[in-house]
């Protein structure tokens, strides 16, 4: 079967460091995927997008790798601040216009 | 970017009745979205609404059950109809757009539904 696996478990890093988040699929074969981040209460706002032949996509503190092989994407927010604290949401789409998304991994960032 | 804006944010509903969800945008689209998100989950693709032609629903959803009307290029609503405390959730609205080649969506704030 289809699926999007975000790690459902907390990440808690400290104020300064990188925070890691992994996003791995089975049996999509994904045109682009997108990193969304969703606040409490609030709709997912859309970050980033890498395409199926990039190996890496960039944007500020942002980055984004994506293996095809692997079928895996992980997301890295450098120099951490408590202001990212959220849910990063994970999505893919397989072309058209439909997007399937992730459960989300909620990371919190300690001053 | 376009910004949506949703009435209502929350409600508390009976089991049995419906509540009409409306989601505004501030800018024409052709393509709007209906998710569901419940607790700890994905969002779920309910309805894609095109304005002038019939939703299309995903497999788990059904017209009687959400009801979607696209008057205009600006406005949606979703009905969910005979409620019970399964559809408590929160109901996004999206729009989508054919930017710089692939389709980038933005959400509204979500309407908090509790059925008891």
């Known amino acids: 079967s289809q699926k999007i696996e975000q790690n459902s478990e907390a990440l808690n890093i400290q104020e300064g460091k990188t925070a890691t988040l992994t996003c791995n699929y089975t049996n999509y074969s994904p045109a682009y995927l997108q990193w969304y981040r969703q606040d409490p209460g609030r709709g997912p706002v859309f970050l980033l997008l890498?395409?199926?032949?990039?190996k890496e996509k960039r944007k500020e503190r942002l980055k984004v790798t994506f293996d095809t092989t692997l079928k895996q994407s992980l997301f890295h927010i450098t120099a951490s601040q408590p202001a990212d604290s959220a849910t990063y949401l994970c999505a893919l789409n397989t072309g058209g216009f439909k997007t399937i998304f992730g459960a989300g991994t909620r990371l919190f960032v300690k001053a | 970017s376009a910004v949506i804006s949703q009435k209502p944010s929350r409600d508390i509903c009976q089991r049995g009745t419906s509540l009409t969800i409306q989601c505004q945008v501030d800018?024409?689209?052709?393509?709007m979205f209906w998710y569901r998100q419940q607790p700890g989950q994905s969002l779920t693709l309910i309805a894609t609404?095109?304005?002038?032609?019939?939703?299309?629903?995903e497999s788990g959803f059904v017209i009687d059950k959400f009801p979607i009307s696209r008057p205009n290029l600006t406005f949606s609503t979703l009905t969910v109809s005979n409620m019970s405390p399964e559809d408590s959730s929160i109901y996004l609205c999206s729009v989508g757009g054919l930017t710089r080649g692939y389709y980038e969506q933005y959400f509204g704030p979500g309407t908090r539904l509790t059925v008891t």
């Open positions: 800018s024409q689209v052709t393509m």
């Open positions: 609404a095109n304005q002038g032609s019939e939703a299309t629903y």
């Open positions: 890498i395409r199926e032949n990039e």
